[in-house]
């Protein structure tokens, strides 16, 4: 009878552990991470590329996608201790800049280069001191559109409070920019989304280009099922899992 105790204790305390939801890798991002546009544009939930890495790396590594739309990484502060550094993971991919970059009606973006470069330093930073190793990816390009019939991104955006930044999409790119240079700074393995869209669209980067390619949906600033295949080749491509 005692041992059967002992056994139904042991059972117990195991399956405590398995609930508490440690992850192998933890997702870290916004709608492009989260996969937000998916069920609106009926696409497949497998094509997301999270789930293609979770297929992928079934029965090696447990997957969390803790994606949430519209956030910039501000808004992640607030949240990296309980969906990140709560989890324990052993990586974490950390993609975000869209949101950040977006400029509102007062002319300014949401979050400014500064602020965003201090950001992902906490990120990379925090995660260090607890044992994870942060995988840092660019965003994926902009589609700027005309702001007409309801497509692309100026349909949302204006126009006019990006004519002095070269246009949407270099602006974008330029919050990439400091995230490769956090990357290099800080030795930490970069996935460059932007760059290998870029380059599976034939290395042009322009909007006849990218909405050719099929890679960017309608909104201009989400990807496809084809671009999320892109991100997901690019994190197998980088071995990014295995350093």
């Known amino acids: 009878m005692k041992q059967i105790c002992i056994l139904f204790l042991l059972v117990l305390v195991t399956a405590g552990c398995e609930g508490r939801g440690y992850e192998d890798v933890v997702a870290f991002g916004d709608s492009n991470t989260r996969g937000s546009n998916w069920n609106y ?6 094509q997301q590329w999270v789930d293609i890495l979770k297929t992928a790396e079934r029965g090696n590594l447990d ?3 803790a994606g949430i739309g519209g956030q910039t990484t501000e808004d992640a502060r607030l949240r990296f201790e309980s ?30 280069k500064t ?9 990379i930073e925090e995660s260090r001191k607890h044992k994870i190793k942060p995988i840092l990816m660019t965003c994926i390009p902009i589609i700027e559109g005309n702001g007409k019939h309801h497509l692309f991104y100026y349909s949302r955006y204006k126009s006019s409070v990006f004519q002095s930044k070269g246009g949407a999409r270099k602006w974008h790119n330029s919050y990439n920019d400091i995230t490769r240079e956090v990357a290099k700074n800080l030795n930490v ?18 909007d006849e280009a990218l909405i050719q390619s099929g890679l960017i949906d309608p909104s201009g600033n989400h990807m496809t099922p084809k671009g999320a295949r892109i991100i997901f080749e690019g994190i197998k491509d980088g071995r990014v899992l295995q350093q």
Do not use: H
């Open 41 to 46: 544009r009926d696409y497949p939930k497998a």
């Open 63 to 65: 997957i969390l996608n």
């Open 83 to 112: 969906d990140v550094l709560d989890q324990k993971p052993e990586y974490v991919f950390i993609m975000f800049g869209t949101n950040d970059a977006a400029i509102l009606a007062q002319g300014k973006p949401r979050v400014s």
């Open 115 to 123: 602020r965003f470069k201090e950001n992902l330093t906490y990120f």
């Open 189 to 206: 393995p970069l996935v460059d989304n932007w760059k290998n869209f870029i380059k599976a669209e034939g290395g042009n980067e322009t």
